[in-house]
């Protein structure tokens, strides 16, 4: 008996058994040949661990590059995933996707593995999924902030701290750095709220039906006043300034820190001395520097259940309305996939954010980019109406995690306070989900960088045709077309002259190019906008837009063989053999 079970459980970690390949979503007839459990979050080590084992299985596929390290060391990997069978990585539309900007904010780097197993677990049985990954190179970087992530897995901490880098920063100015972070008082792992008991003398009394729950005593003239005071963080005064967990570890931000309308430290805090400052964001801005091929952006943080694009301020302006009607269609096919999610403009519908990532890979790159708030609390709920009262996240606790999420109230000896208690939620609880709607948040952002992935510029030659003009002169019209929703080049990119405009190239032996340009009627080839040098190889700083054709003449003379092409930097080039006699 015991060895038909291992037999059996072998046959399902191999993908034997009788199952199809592929693991597309549905329930039954597919195995994964790589097993990974999506119901649990993984430590920095882990995360490498997984993306390795996918290398290992598909190691034509997934290639790795270390492009730096951040400031305590720990490596800055980069995950590319190409199919070399057609082409190398930066000859193909590329769609660079990270995680984990902010240390705390840690479900990111598990979406950015499922993208990968998700991509190579259905190749060759899902042909969308093959033509994507035939088509288009991935750079996938997990942990923006290794640091902030190690320290929130393997310290005590909150749900929202450990969000900083760990370069140490004198946040109080008292020149001192890290001196007096939250402390661990009951060494249970978690850093969780202090209150004390003042009869009659507090601001808040205990929920009569959940003594859990502390209720604030609104203010009234009749003297009417709490049991309960709440003193903050777990913590003590640790540097004696009378003050508590002032001066935590580390002190900046790296989603704070990029060229886009940077401000320093006393505008937008955690912005650094100047822009790229940290380690890590001047590792990624090199990368994608050096990878001009990029044409799509996906960086995710959580909570809020957002899908969010630029500007970061209201300074910036406007975006320019051919790259909205881009950002709009896939924002709006988001919301229909992200139960919750809303589609927002950063700071109209959020607030500033001066030197984001997103806003610079495209305000200062021209890649359409976005970034996702992973997690909303309303998934709870069956009918989304949840709300984030403690009343609330008491009874999803009590009925759905049989109350493990909450460390309960129990008392301890203060040195400043004196007899207190401790309690409130875990660190894992609030800013990302329950093990059971782990694998469902994952799934849905992971497809939404899919959708925007197969949105990335696919540019075909449409149709050529020769025609006879006077003795040996022939003119040589080409359509070219960009089947996909995004540009060759966005608006943008082509107003500010960001990277390199398209080119359209004419070569052939035994023909002489007289002249070239771009046709401005389909109807009448007349109308031409003539180049006034190199004919044979057109320059277009606005390249082709999405879904739109782009219609060429050239007239040569001679007879002979022509190769017509299209080269451009956020695409495959193409290029088709025509006969000119």
């Not at 900083?164 to 008082?185: C, F, K, M, Q, S």
């Not at 988001?334 to 990532?357: A, C, Q």
């Not at 976005?370 to 109406?385: A, K, S």
Request: proline share 7%; net charge negative; with cysteine.
């Amino acid at each position: 008996m015991v060895l038909a079970l291992f037999a059996t459980a072998l046959l399902l970690t191999q993908g034997g058994g009788g199952q199809e390949p592929g693991f597309p979503g549905t329930a039954t007839g597919k195995a994964p040949k790589v097993e990974i459990p999506w119901n649990r979050l993984y430590d920095y080590p882990e995360i490498y661990a997984h993306l390795d084992r996918l290398m290992e299985t598909w190691p034509e596929f997934v290639s790795m590059t270390v492009i730096g390290h951040s400031t305590e060391n720990r490596e800055m990997r980069v995950y590319t995933l190409n199919n070399p069978a057609t082409g190398a990585p930066e000859d193909k539309p590329a769609m660079w996707i990270d995680g984990n900007v902010h240390g705390n904010e840690v479900q990111g780097g598990e979406v950015v593995v499922y993208t990968a197993w998700y991509l190579l677990e259905n190749y060759g049985s899902n042909p969308r999924v093959t033509e994507l990954l035939d088509r288009a190179a991935f750079y996938l970087l997990p942990m923006v902030n290794p640091d902030g992530r190690a320290h929130w897995f393997n310290e005590a901490h909150s749900a929202s701290s450990s969000r900083t880098g760990y370069r140490p920063i004198d946040n109080d100015r008292d020149g001192v750095a890290d001196e007096d972070p939250p402390n661990d008082l009951d060494g249970d792992g978690h850093i969780v709220s202090m209150r004390k008991y003042v009869p009659g003398e507090g601001t808040h009394r205990l929920d009569p039906d959940d003594p859990r729950v502390m209720v604030r005593v609104p203010a009234n003239d009749k003297g009417i006043r709490g049991d309960w005071i709440l003193l903050g963080s777990e913590g003590i005064d640790d540097d004696g300034d009378g003050r508590i967990n002032e001066d935590g570890l580390g002190g900046y931000d790296m989603n704070r820190a990029w060229p886009s309308f940077w401000q320093p430290g006393h505008v937008q805090y955690g912005a650094g001395p100047y822009p790229l400052y940290w380690p890590e964001t001047r590792s990624i801005a090199r990368f994608l520097y050096e990878h001009p091929n990029v044409a799509a952006v996906q960086s995710f943080h959580n909570a809020g259940g957002m899908i969010l694009r630029g500007p970061g301020t209201e300074g910036f302006g406007s975006y320019p309305a051919a790259d909205v009607r881009v950002f709009d269609e896939l924002g709006e096919d988001g919301e229909k996939m992200l139960p919750f999610y809303r589609y927002m403009i950063i700071w109209k519908d959020l607030y500033t954010v001066f030197g984001g990532f997103a806003t610079w890979t495209y305000e200062g790159l021209g890649i359409i980019s976005f970034t996702n708030e992973l997690w909303v609390n309303r998934r709870l709920y069956p009918d989304g109406r949840g709300s984030r009262s403690n009343a609330d996240r008491h009874f999803f606790d009590d009925a759905l995690l049989m109350s493990a999420g909450f460390i309960d109230w129990h008392p301890y000896e203060h040195p400043l306070y004196g007899s207190i208690e401790i309690g409130g939620f875990r660190k894992d609880v609030g800013r990302v989900p329950p093990t059971f709607l782990i694998e469902e948040m994952l799934h849905r952002n992971a497809l939404f960088c899919l959708k925007h992935a197969e949105a990335m510029p696919q540019v075909v030659i449409e149709k050529v045709e020769v025609t006879p003009i006077e003795g040996a002169v022939r003119a040589i019209d080409v359509i070219f077309r960009n089947e996909r929703p995004i540009p060759t080049r966005t608006a943008r990119a082509a107003g500010s002259k960001i990277g390199a405009p398209d080119v359209f190239t004419i070569t052939g032996q035994g023909l002489e190019v007289l002249a070239g340009g771009f046709r401005s009627d389909r109807f009448r080839p007349e109308r031409i906008e003539l180049a006034e040098r190199e004919p044979e190889r057109l320059l277009r700083e606005t390249g082709i837009g999405g879904r739109r054709e782009v219609r060429v003449r050239w007239f040569v003379r001679g007879t002979g063989t022509a190769t017509v092409g299209w080269e451009g930097e956020k695409g495959a080039n193409v290029s088709e053999v025509v006969e000119v006699r």
